[in-house]
């Protein structure tokens, strides 16, 4: 039987097995799909001397950029954004060959775009991991300024602290890129000052579970609109499938 995966961790609120499972099972596909909770990346040539048969995994949080060591090969998305969430899998002679790519980008992108009017000409990152440099890329690629902002200040980014009123008036495009407000930590958020959010602000949660992350409620408290990130996981699912089919 073909096998497909994930790894990261903690695995408990995975969306992917669940989606790829529902997935065979809608379309009479032979296959299955199995999360692999590991905690250090470097468990992950163990992993495949156990499972000589994997075709292909998704790579999630803490590990899309750590994994780049273990790939062979790249594609030019997963260079630039310098992290990477989905694996092609190729053996011969029992050796296994990693081919990296980003599905993130391509989710977040056409989820987005609906969204976006004139106004959002410059975004907040907020977050610093490999899923916010996917999103960096991806605004690149859509002439969108950006900035990124973390708990602590760096040479590209701010803190929160620095987000001022006049930031908050030229950045109208947030992305919550950390972990803060998935279940079950749904009562947090990330510190900005929401007061200033205003009706020609776009606020884009990557989290899916709850539906309405504290971030997005207080956004739409402010006028504001909001998007979860269960589309965008819809959408890089699909493509992850297309390149392990490819």
Known sequence: MRTFGLIGFPLAQSFSQKYFTQKFENENIDAR????EIENIDELPALLNQHPYIAGFSVTIPHKEKVLKYLDEMDETAQKAGACNAIKVTWENK???LTGYNTDLIGFSESIKPLLQKHHQ???ILGTGGAAKAIAHAFRLMD???KYVSRTKGSDSLCYSDITSEIMKD???LVNCTPLGMFP????????PYNLVTDKHLLYDLTYNPPTTLFMQK?????????NGLDMLHLQAEAAWKIWNS
């Open 33 to 36: 799909y199995l999360n692999f």
């Open 95 to 97: 050796i296994p060959k």
């Open 122 to 124: 410059k975004a907040l």
């Open 144 to 146: 969108i300024d950006y």
């Open 171 to 173: 950045y109208t495009v």
């Open 185 to 192: 930590n749904i009562n947090t958020c990330p510190d900005i």
């Open 219 to 227: 956004g739409i408290e402010q006028g504001a609109t909001t998007k």
